[in-house]
């Protein structure tokens, strides 16, 4: 377990202090929810319909930008071969890598979607629904980008591959996060708060089995 | 040499154990590599691979670290198959360095010994024995290729495993680094260690043995 | 069995068979099945001759599940046991799974435009079968992108067992997404409101489309084979030569 905090911590410390850490995946995600009256038009009533789905949206698009650079340095640096060599379960390790990682990076974005629902003219009980809605939804998507980076590590320019394997496996956290937020917007918390859950437990779901598919994945590479 | 001894600590002898390699047989893809190669190792011993480029030498490493699955034949660390279970075994060094920019030596040397499960690795005796102890706070992204290659080297000489496979472990090295490869790999063969490298010309390891892969 | 045709002597005898077979059978029961399907059924007592784009669409539907379970078994037995044929096996399925995905959203596109009165409707079904094709695309990119082939064959079979417990959860959430705001779909293409001369031809088409599919799997399998051998002969003598 120890081992484990150990990755995790470290994996940490170095997306802060080699990768930029949190600042470009907020800027990004910011940028995204930024666009979107500008191009849709200043409408409230739209905009407000629109709100949770665009945090979602934004999250996601931020999230598999931050892909890339989970594996690619491990792949080429020797890291990973040193990793799969550790007397340590390979598939809690990819789980520690990647949340560690994701920590770091990602931590804000829950914050800056509650910020966005307040721009978009959601009241503050929506907004923060909203906010917590991805803060469930941010594990699995993190465990997905890190699964197709793991896979496309060492592609020249493998960003654009990233998105195309990711996005799709998203959905299912897209789906939940966005429609737990538009449950709000509707009045019916009772449905807000149970699909909420049901982010969860994708993010769960995701959590329990997506590490197999990284450890897989970073193996097949060093052999 | 007898600098290093002081320097060293004095670490308890590993148990005896035996490296056997029987009729293993090794491709990449379609290509076969390695075919029926038998080797024999017991505490102490220190092996050279040898061989041009692509004659599979690091394949071979990686097959006796358990990286990659062999086509035919056993490898057998005392009475039991290698199995992954093995990196309980295996001290590593790859041919790139696996460091990071952003990491002082000290902490890189602390988290991979940490993960091996050794609480009070002798980080700084390993560095002094390489004559790189000044540098322990330095991020290794500071550091040139030489000193970057012996903090990697550092990384398996702290963790207390007994079968070293290092890969061209003399690459950037000087002269002078060199020697004091030779006397960690020295100070280790004589905790009953064993020790193979991969590498391009050999290095002064008195009694090491040299395996010739040719294709 | 597996460990049967992995031997490539066997797997092309197999081959040799099965190719003409398959073509044969498959182009058998595709002249009948379209001849039935457009000539020689009644139309849909509501649809009218609508209904025929039916015999064009379910199959492919069914195709793109059945070729991506293929697929994924095929992906396992490489991983698992590390056949290279079935690795072969997955890589030309791909396409052709990818292929039928396509012909269905475009034939349910054409369906929907005199039944629902829009090209696309957001419908569970639809959404999930144009989630396959992404996935599809997402599987061909990746085996196309790392040079690498070993390690490309490795990482798509990861990849394909991986999306297949993703597909499942995918339709989950697409079935309970598109339930919020409409009733379950208008047409039902299973169970009780299929009329018997409807399945004639429905279940000819199918086995006229798992024929072809079969055939061109062989087909591409055993050419490749053959690439394989001719190159490796090559390569020797040119060591012999030198």
Redesign the interface.
Known sequence: M??LL??FA?EAR?AW??GGGAAGPAAFFLACISIVPLAVGPQAERLVAMGPGIAAIAALLAVVQTAERLFA?DA????L??Y?????SPALLALAKVLGQSAATLAPLPFIAMVGGIMFGLDFAQSALVGLALFCALPALALIAG?AGA??A??KR?GL?IA??A???M??AL??AS?AGRAALEGEWDRAWATVL?TLA?SL?TMA??PF?IA??M????? | MTQIVEVLPDLAPFESFALKVADLTLSRGDLRLVEGLNLSLSSGDAVFLMGANGTGKTTFL?AL?G???PDRGQIMLGDTPLDP?A??W?G?L??????????TVRETLR??A????ERKPPIMPVLKALDIGHLIDRPTGRLSRGQQRRVAFARVAVANRPLWLLDEPAGPLDQRGRDRLAELVAWHRGRGGIVIAATHQTLDWPGAETLELIR | MLSYFSNPQRFDQLARIAIPVCGFGGLVLAVIGVYISFFASPPDYQQGDTVRIMYVHVPAAYMASAIYAGMAVASFIF?VWRHSLADAAADVMAPIGAIFTALALATGSLWGKPMWGTWWEWDARMTSVL?ML??Y??YI??RG??EDRQ?AA??AA??A???V??LV??R???E??SS?HQPASIIRMDGPTIDGSQLTPLFLMMGAYTLLTAWLVFYRLRSRALVQRARSIQSRREREGM
Request: charged share 10%.
């Open positions: 120890s081992a150990q990755v470290r170095l202090a080699g340095d080429s640096d020797g890291t071969e040193l799969v060599l550790m007397p340590v699964f896979l496309a060492g592609v493998g591959l195309l394997i996005i799709p496996m959905i299912p789906i939940f429609g049901l994708v779901g089995l997506m598919g897989a994945a193996r097949a590479r060093t052999g | 990686h670290a990286l990659v699955r279970e990196s309980e295996i590593w790859g041919h790139v360095d696996g460091l990071k920019p952003n990491e988290f991979w940490g993960l091996q499960g | 991983f989630v992404l996935i695309l997402g990119a990746l992108a790392i390690l490795r990482m990861i990849l067992m991986i999306g417990i993703n959860i995918v989950f959430s697409v309970w997404w919020l």
